[in-house]
């Protein structure tokens, strides 16, 4: 099989886009000296995106590459025996046999596979063409639904395509930011101290921050809505009101280029600035200071991320961000406009690319007939072979292994195990599936223990392909290390596999290269135009932002959209939606009287695989700890320090208890990190959340569920 050629240890630095989360910084990594060592990763002062700027994880990464790596593909044919090493050859005939019986017998919708923003865009692009074209299943979900699919839907919605409108630059230019549902300061930490730099100038930037928690991002802000979780929709609702009440409404932008106005007016009008506060937990006065900031702002931009995705109304949410852009006219123009801060390194270029259930490349829809003929024809397969009807998303897969409907599961670069919901009810429904196949870089995770096939992947720094960030800047990450013994490229297993399976001139690929040429040639027209993009180019200019056609100088990509406010809608006009607000979809009651709510910290990664490994990140989050408001610890008979069972309707972790008044009473708040893999430190904090999610972007509430405490 190709594979991608790797730089031998001695090569100079090498040029790539961090890893972890979706800011996308530019790393320039040095190699070990002749004594040996890890990799040393530093800021790259030319990456358009960070100019050098780096956080804790990303100065470490070096340190990640070397230790726990799998080597070999592993196999057993019960999961209650020991995984034993085998042959490629022997891996691949595992997964032909089980294949062809399984579309014998059941037919393509008993395959699934749920993929990563840790993908690169080719592997993302192989493994779409391989299970919606070659085997005509859309079972393709990635993590991306657990992070990002509400952004994606509500942009969709609104504006009539996926695909952030802004960029990194309007963070300098604009006089008003809005931070909703996110810690941009742990989460996004280099967009942050980009922000901080410009406070520090003295220029007129005001900060607010709307978040239950008082973190490092809200101690920076001008204002702190501390709001109940469940009501951001509902201070959306309220700040449209102010907007209508102080001359707030750009009529002329509201007629000439927006559609649903008067819907959304009688909506915004019966939420009253006391109704708004009451029901959000915050003071009216503040409620109103920020709408006459936003009316009083030349630049207004809302950033968001998981605290609005990750919610039963979250669609419903980005769609309440983007009505208040619209309306006032804050869109298309620098410093202005709704900011999705993507999650993961390249959940952006997987949106792209295709990389979920209901999506096909080119932010293209496997509903729509045109967009399924399209690219059957470019990918060679006969008309009617992409399946019209949308795959299942990653929680609709573990319904199915529930009722025994897969066949295989396959995961590819990410931890459900640790980063699902429900998890005791997910390991059960795993445990159901004959075939369940983890395509991973690092020994010993949680989802290894309930794999039957194991196969060593070749991360990023050892195959070369394009990762997309925020702002929509595509940047080429080389191979600059050799993979750990026998592992290989995602894309290029996809690959093989596809061959093998009789689709040879379809996966004919040699290298990377030629799976994002293939790539970008599908997106040419559309929104996300990439045509003009290629590994050549961008190994020789540096990164690109798209829209980028054939044909298009480098350094010339667009980097904003809607700057004509003509949008990708069938009238040509953006969509304002009304969606009532709701609330969460688990509310606290008398056996559970707290709200649960999970993240991040910022020196952590997801589900540790990496940061695990990490000495300095350890040091700095040594273990998870439950944030818990006085009142609340009191009520539960805790004291700092003391250990806490911590209880939901799905079962409970046992953890240390840290007693701040810098979260609101009634809520408390756990890391997501410590998996079952942490031995006697494992708080699993996704065992307690509900599955219960937004009905159109299908991503879970994991921002939230019904908890109660008792002393451990």
């Known amino acids: 099989m190709a594979s991608d050629p790797a730089s031998p240890a001695a090569s100079p630095a090498a040029l790539a886009q961090c890893p972890y989360c979706g800011v996308g910084c530019g790393l320039e990594l040095k190699p070990p000296d002749e004594s040996g060592g890890a990799w040393i990763a530093r800021g790259d002062r030319h990456h358009p995106s960070s100019l050098g700027q780096v956080c804790i994880k990303g100065a470490t990464v070096g340190e990640t590459l070397h230790p726990n790596r799998l080597t070999t593909p592993l196999w057993r044919a019960r999961i209650d025996q020991p995984l034993e090493p085998i042959s490629w050859q022997r891996a691949f005939t595992i997964l032909v046999e089980r294949i062809q019986a399984t579309l014998a017998t059941k037919g393509p919708q008993a395959l699934a596979i749920y993929g990563s923003g840790q993908f690169l865009c080719e592997d993302y692009y192989a493994a779409n063409k391989l299970l919606k074209g ?52 742990e989460c996004h930490p280099v967009l942050f101290q980009r922000l901080l730099k410009r406070r520090r100038k003295g220029n007129g930037l005001r900060l607010v921050v709307v978040d239950p928690r008082a973190t490092a991002t809200s101690d920076a802000a001008d204002l702190h809505l501390a709001i109940a979780p469940g009501s951001d929709l509902a201070l959306l609702c309220g700040l449209g009101h102010l907007l209508l009440e102080h001359g707030g409404v750009d009529q002329a932008c509201v007629a000439a280029h927006t559609e649903g106005f008067a819907e959304l007016e009688i909506l915004w009008r019966a939420w009253q600035p006391a109704r ?11 409620l109103r200071q920020l709408a006459e900031w936003w009316c009083q702002a030349t630049g207004a931009l809302s950033l968001w991320s998981m605290g609005v995705n990750q919610s039963r109304e979250g669609s419903a949410t980005v769609a309440g961000i983007c009505n208040l852009h619209l309306v006032s006219g804050q869109i298309g123009r620098p410093g202005a406009g709704p900011f999705s801060l993507t999650g993961q390194p390249n959940a952006m270029g997987g949106r792209e690319v295709g990389g979920l259930a209901q999506l096909l490349p080119g932010y293209r829809a496997v509903g729509d007939p045109a967009h399924r003929a399209e690219v ?33 599961w396959w995961v590819a670069g990410t931890n459900p195990l640790v980063s699902l919901p429900s998890l005791d009810r997910v390991r059960a429904a795993v445990a159901n599936c004959p075939l369940v196949v983890l395509s991973e870089a690092y020994a010993g995770t949680e989802t290894e223990a309930l794999a039957h096939l194991v196969l060593p992947a070749a991360q990023w720094s050892e195959k070369t392909g394009v990762m997309v960030n925020s702002e929509r800047r595509v940047t080429l990450c080389s191979a600059f290390r050799q993979p750990p013994g026998e592992a290989r490229a995602d894309w290029a297993i996809f690959a093989e596999l596809g061959r093998r399976l009789g689709f040879v001139d379809q996966f004919s690929y040699a290298s990377a290269a030629e799976v994002y040429a293939e790539f970008v040639a599908l997106t040419a027209g559309r929104l996300c135009d990439s045509s003009g993009l290629s590994h050549r180019l961008l190994a020789e200019h540096g990164p690109q932002q798209w829209p980028f056609p054939a044909g298009t100088a480098p350094g010339v990509g667009a980097a904003r959209l809607y700057v004509d406010l003509a949008f990708p ?21 008398d056996s559970y009287p707290l709200v649960l709510t999970v993240g991040r910290v910022l020196g952590h990664w997801h589900t540790m695989t990496r940061t695990a490994h990490v000495a300095r990140a350890l040091k700095a989050h040594p273990e998870p700890l439950l944030e818990v408001h006085p009142s609340d610890a009191a009520h539960a008979g805790l004291v700092d320090g003391a250990r806490a069972q911590v209880w939901s309707r799905r079962g409970a972790v046992s953890v240390k208890v840290q007693i701040t008044d810098r979260i609101r009473p009634g809520t408390v708040f756990l890391p997501m990190h410590w998996g079952a893999s942490q031995g006697e430190l494992a708080c699993e904090a996704n065992r307690l959340m509900h599955e219960l999610g937004c009905p159109i972007s299908m991503q879970p509430e994991l921002k939230a569920a019904a908890v109660a405490l008792t002393p451990a």
């Open 276 to 286: 708004a506060a009451a029901v959000c937990g915050i003071a009216e006065a503040d």
């Open 376 to 408: 059957e024809s470019h990918w060679g397969f006969a008309a009617g072979s992409i399946s019209p009807e949308p795959g299942l998303a990653v929680w609709q897969q573990i319904e199915a292994m529930e009722r025994g409907e897969l066949d295989l």
């Open 569 to 589: 809608t069938p009238s040509g006009k953006a969509r304002l939606w009304a969606d009532p607000p709701l609330g969460l979809a688990e509310p606290p009651c």
């Open 134 to 185: 070659a085997l005509g299943s859309n079972n393709f979900d990635a993590n991306s639904r657990l992070c990002m699919s509400s952004a994606v839907a509500g942009y969709a919605r609104s504006l009539g395509s996926d695909g952030p409108p802004c960029c990194y630059d309007d963070l300098d230019l604009a006089d008003l930011v809005l931070l909703i549902g996110t810690n941009t300061a």
